[in-house]
Each structure stands twice: as structure tokens, then as C-alpha cells.
């Protein structure tokens, strides 16, 4: 199947970074940096909170784990994809969209070769791509663009502003930067995974740059050792 590649895209790791030279649309920016300074004052106050956190090889786990309020998202076959959904199994959630030209299909690849190195243990992770361009992911777009990756990944989104909620509580950011025509923009994301442990709730989070010997390493510890 030959994915699509619209015009590169600035991407935004977390912690997020914006360059506001390569930014096109002084809005956009404006916006995407407030939403930066309430997720950063969220996530900060996250991290003060807890008494101590537990540094892993890629990432970092919240010592202690922040439960995700309501929310209501439709995934890749139509369905909804609640809280329910989250329960019994660690959850890997990656903000993305699939016109993205890099670091989508590079993230998503690589978490289909730690998925293989896994085994049977990854029967137990739900990998899902939380895409944060409704407009043009609609789930028969999700469907075909994930299952290319694996047919067991996920993909889901909601309609603003549950959208903007739901990425928020996540502690992640996005921006539509228009392009030259209407539909030719494109998304500024966060990079990060989000881990969320098997009660549904935030566990950690895995910065970039991912490395599938690293990944591979810290789930196979926590799906082994960890409910």
C-alpha cells in the first residue's frame, strides 16, 4: 500500500519545542504555545506531586499514576473508545495523523518491530494511534493506514472539542498549520508515547528518540512485572 506524503512537517517532541522562524502561521503558534504552558503546568503539577519518580531506560513512570477523566473517542472500525477500553492491558498512545510524512510512519514501524520481539507477551500491549486530524482520519482512513503497520494497532479521534480535551489530559499537544491551499495544511504533535498502565491510567511517558532495543527492554519488564 503507498501512504501518502504531503509537505514535511515540523514535529514537535516532548517536551515539546516550537520554532517560531519555520512556523508559517503567527496564530497557530500562539495558540499551540498556550496550550503548551497549560499542559506543561498540568504535567508539572504532576510531577511535583508525586514523591519520587522511577527513571527507566527510555522514558520515565510517574511514581504515582494519574487516573484519565471520561472520554469518548471513534476508532479505526467505527466504534466508540472509551475509558472501557483501556482496562486489563497496558496501552501505548501515540498523537499522530495519517498524512503525517516521518515521524508517523517511522514511530509506528518501529513499534511494530518491538510488537515482533515482544512475543506472546505483547498480546498483553495495545499500541493506538490518538490522531488529532479528525478532518481528513476518518475511521476507514485509520483503519487502512494502522492495519498497514499491524492489524492488531489501533487507531482512534473524536471532533473538537474533545479532541483538545482528551489530548490535553493526556499531557499532549497539536496545532493545524495551514498550508497553501485548505487542504494542504498539516499538524504540529507531540512526540511522546503515553503509557497507560492496565487500570486505565497515566503511567509514563517514552521520549524521543525511541530505540526498539531500549522499548523492548522496559515493556517486556513492566508487562512481566507490572498489573
Known sequence: MRLRLPPRQR???????????????????????????LIGGVLAAVFISAPKTTAIESGTLLQQPRALPAFSLVDESGAAFTNAQL????????????????????TLGLLKTVQAQL?????????????????RDTPEVLQRYVHFFSPAFKGATAPEPALREFAQALGVA???????????????????L??????GEIAGYFTPPHRVDALTRDLGALLESRS
Not at 515539546?16 to 498556550?34: E, Y
Not at 492491558?89 to 517511522?106: A, E, N, S, V
Open 11 to 37: 514535529i514537535i517532541i516532548f517536551p515539546p519545542t516550537v520554532s517560531s522562524t519555520s512556523n508559517p502561521n503567527k496564530t497557530a503558534l500562539t495558540v499551540f504555545l498556550a496550550a503548551l504552558a
Open 87 to 106: 482496562q486489563n492491558r497496558w496501552t501505548l498512545i501515540f498523537p499522530g495523523f495519517t498524512y503525517c510524512p516521518d515521524i508517523c510512519p517511522t
Open 119 to 135: 512475543g506472546e507477551r505483547a498480546d498483553a500491549l495495545q499500541v493506538l494511534l490518538f490522531s488529532v486530524d479528525p478532518e
Open 174 to 192: 497539536y496545532a493545524k498549520v495551514p498550508g497553501e491551499t485548505p487542504e494542504s495544511y498539516t499538524m504540529d504533535h507531540s512526540a511522546a
Open 194 to 199: 503515553v503509557l497507560i498502565n492496565p487500570r
